[in-house]
């Protein structure tokens, strides 16, 4: 059964940081990548970054120079590093596994499995 576990998720302030962890199982880590997407109240879901995709590590514009995406390929998890947060961040992450990714690496219909998401709260 294919799993993909967030955790890592909680409130902070404003200019504080988190890690998020992404546990997979089920299927072969190596042969996929890996992606981070948020759905804030509202508002459609997103692509934050992904790993293993696009020549290595592809962040959306809104976290470059914020986010760090990493992977320990002998635990089969990825991990987000989010610092320097601000309240716009505030969202459902969600990770997420896809075999082949396109000209977009954050375009979540190319992803075939998702988890089920951990609440990041940024207080202001």
């Known amino acids: 059964e294919v799993q993909l576990v967030e955790s890592g998720g909680g409130l902070v302030q404003t200019g504080g940081s988190l890690r998020l962890s992404c546990a997979a199982s089920g299927f072969t880590f190596d042969d996929y990548a890996i992606g981070w997407f948020r759905q804030a109240p509202g508002k459609e879901r997103e692509g934050v970054s992904c790993i293993s995709c696009s020549d290595g590590a592809y962040y959306a514009d809104s976290v470059k120079g914020r986010f760090t995406i990493s992977s320990d390929n002998a635990k089969n998890t990825v991990y987000l590093q989010m610092n320097s947060l601000k309240p716009e961040d505030a969202a459902v992450y969600y990770c997420?596994?896809?075999?082949?990714?396109?000209?977009?690496?954050?375009?979540?219909?190319?992803?075939?499995?998702w988890g089920q998401g951990t609440q990041v709260t940024v207080s202001s």
């Open positions: 997420a596994a896809s075999s082949g990714v396109g000209y977009d690496p954050l375009f979540e219909y190319e992803y075939d499995y």
